[in-house]
């Protein structure tokens, strides 16, 4: 029986390389696409979940778009990391499938009371804004939920949108803050392990030796998205952040952590947006998170490169 997933995403290279893991991979069903915004805002975004799905030959995959803006605060986006449509690097033809008419939210909340308790898992790859947003406006989803497997926050790898903070939290953090206190099991993929998988030439290499369309375009995306992080931090290749999301559900024990207290700041001066993780547990804060720290890099783009190989 394939797991049932639901991908809450802002695509980004990153997001769209991760949904093609998940509709490649036959032990999870794609329930649905959730689309936020994020690193572009949500026309962008909600476009271009919907090229990814056609991309992957996937247009029975119902897409809806969600929050345009965090609960709060302003939209923050990353145009400067990922180009002005979220999927710079490779021209891709505007999508033909439809957005469903339904708010992702009230979809979300739908859905989560449609199936048995505890058979669905979340994977938000953006700002938790349409995951929060649900959760508050029907708290008896929360118990429904399987698990929340999300991309986000930093600890020892701080932050890379403030000093302090991971740009998916930093986003929303008000939004994180509900989604961390909801006492739904929680597994997060910090830059801490996002950062150990790096898309270097070779495996930017891998993906065109492929010599399909898919293998092409995300070899386009990778390498498009690496320039900034390669200017940054000097490393040999961006992060591939989202995929490791998907990947965890696939293969955990390519993954590991701790299960921790995590809180989420809202309030700092300088730290708003920052994953306080108790990794050294020395407050009394109960665990909430199993916080990822390492991974099988090499492990992890094996499994990668064979099922985008598929599509
Ligand atoms: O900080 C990395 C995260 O922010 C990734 O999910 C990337 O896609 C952006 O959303
Ligand atoms: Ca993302």
Redesign the pocket.
Known sequence: MARKIIID???????AVAILLALASPELQVLAITAVA??VPLDLTAKNARKVCELAGRTDIPVYAGCDAPLKRTLVT?EH??GKTGLDGIELPEPVMELQDMHAVDFLIHELRRHPPGTVTLCP???LTNIAAALTRAPDIAERIEQIVL??GAYFEVG??TPAA???IY?DPEAAAVVFAAGVPLVVMP?DV?HKVLVTHERVARFEAMGTRVGHVVASWTHFFERFDVAKYGSQGA?L??PTVIAYLLAPALFSGRYINVEIETQGEFTQGMTVADWWRVSARAPNALFIKDVDAEGLFALLSERIGRL
């Open positions: 995403t802002d695509p980004g290279q990153d997001d994020g690193n990353a990391v990922h790859l953006g700002p991309m986000g890379n949108v991971e740009f998916n986003v830059l996002t992060p952040h989202d």
